[in-house]
Each structure stands twice: as structure tokens, then as C-alpha cells.
């Protein structure tokens, strides 16, 4: 059973910078993409950005363009989402998910609580 | 940008049979995935490419879509089916992925 284990997250200010990490028990290189995922307090699941292991494919959502970035350490089966910029309304539970294609996320990590506040 | 609708709330009596709708445009020409949270929990899959149902999911759960209209049908709810659920589309065009704003069921 493939697992996700999340790291990072806490309360930081608005305008600075966190770095999230979730890794991976089993890779697949060349299917495999971690999806990250936020859910906002009381509010629904937006999707983020997502990487392909072997780096291929990486694309990210309106909200967090230019400001959010995905890289992956193969070596360790971990992606990272570099967060800067961050605004008040970044506040969410983030989770990471793993996809395929146009699979559906069927394997996700436990979500981690990022607070962006002053 | 595309457009999941769903309602954002539905209440049934055990026993009774849940639907929970997703409306898109052409979403009958789309896979749609649903997802089941339960509070403080990770979302899990219950119905994938609109009508496959993973290893674990009881069978009461079932999914169809056509046209403007996805659908997720709960037979025979359960107190423990209460939670959001959620659609999801993947936007080809631009590559994003988009969840419908979610549906909070409640067995009551």
C-alpha cells in the first residue's frame, strides 16, 4: 500500500516563504505525479499544482502561479511545493495526492495546516 | 475557466437513496472523479471514471454521467455515508485539474 507522508506547514507571515514535503513509499518513474491539494478552512478542495517524478509534466493553478513552485528529489521519492509570497488567503490544509494521467488522486497524504498570518 | 455546480447540501433518511448532482457543461464528454470527506480526514476516491467503483468502496456507491449532468448515487444510506463529496474534472485544455465546490450530506 502506497503511503504519502507529509512535512512542513506551521504559521508564517504574510509575505514569506514555507517549503512543503511529501514523500512518497513507492515511485513509479514516468507515471507517477504528485498532486497538491488546499482546502481552506470550511470551504471545498482547490487544486494547486502538480509534478511528474521524472520532472515531464508540471503545471499549477491561477491562484498560485508565479508564486508556488513544485520540484521533486528522485533520490528520496519527495516532492516539494516552495511557497513564497504568501497572503492571508493561502491559509489552508494542504495535501498532497498522487495521479496519474487523468486518473483520479487515489492515494493522498494527511494534509498539513499552513497558517499565513501577522 | 470550466464550472462544477453541485448542491451544497443534501439530506436523506437512512435507508432512502442519496443523489448527489454535478453539473458542468458537456460533462457527459468528460471522465468525472468523486470523493468522499469525512471531517478532519484526506478525501478518498469512491467513484473514478464515472462509473468505476474502487476495491473497498461498498457497492452501494454507484456513478453516472451524461450530458450537462454527473451523477453520484448513494443506495441505501448509512449514518456513516455522512461527509462532503466532491466532483472533479480534469481540464485537458489547460491542463488543470477542478473540483466541484463540494455537497454535505447528512443521513438523518
Known amino acids: 500500500q502506497v503511503q504519502l507522508v507529509q512535512s512542513g506547514g506551521g504559521v508564517v507571515q504574510p509575505g514569506r516563504s514555507l517549503r512543503l514535503a511529501c514523500t512518497v513509499s513507492e515511485v513509479a518513474f514516468g507515471t507517477d505525479e504528485i498532486h497538491w491539494v488546499r482546502q481552506a478552512p470550511g470551504r471545498g478542495l482547490e487544486w494547486v499544482a502538480v509534478r511528474s517524478f521524472d520532472g515531464s509534466r508540471q503545471s499549477y493553478g491561477d491562484s498560485v502561479r508565479g508564486r508556488f513552485t513544485i520540484s521533486g528529489d528522485s533520490s528520496s521519492n519527495t516532492m516539494y511545493l516552495q511557497m513564497s509570497g504568501l497572503r492571508t488567503d493561502d491559509t489552508a490544509v494542504f495535501y498532497c495526492?498522487?495521479?496519474?494521467?487523468?486518473?483520479?488522486?487515489?492515494?493522498w497524504g494527511r494534509g498539513t495546516l499552513v497558517t499565513v498570518s501577522s | 475557466s470550466y464550472v462544477l455546480t453541485q448542491p451544497p447540501s443534501l439530506s436523506v433518511a437512512p435507508g432512502q437513496t442519496a443523489r448527489i448532482t454535478c453539473g458542468g457543461n458537456?460533462?457527459?464528454?468528460?471522465?468525472v472523479h468523486w470523493y468522499q470527506q469525512q471531517p478532519g480526514q484526506a478525501p478518498v476516491v469512491v467513484i473514478y471514471y464515472d462509473t468505476a467503483r474502487p476495491s473497498g468502496i461498498s457497492e452501494r456507491f454507484s456513478g453516472s454521467n451524461s450530458e450537462n449532468t454527473a451523477t453520484l448515487t448513494i443506495s441505501r444510506a448509512e449514518a456513516g455515508d455522512e461527509g462532503d463529496y466532491f466532483c472533479?474534472?480534469?481540464?485537458?485544455?489547460?491542463?488543470?485539474?477542478?473540483f466541484g465546490g463540494g455537497t454535505k450530506l447528512t443521513v438523518l
Open positions: 458537456n460533462i457527459g464528454t468528460r471522465s
Open positions: 495526492a498522487r495521479g496519474r494521467g487523468a486518473d483520479s488522486f487515489n492515494v
Open positions: 472533479q474534472v480534469w481540464d485537458t485544455n489547460t491542463d488543470y485539474w477542478i
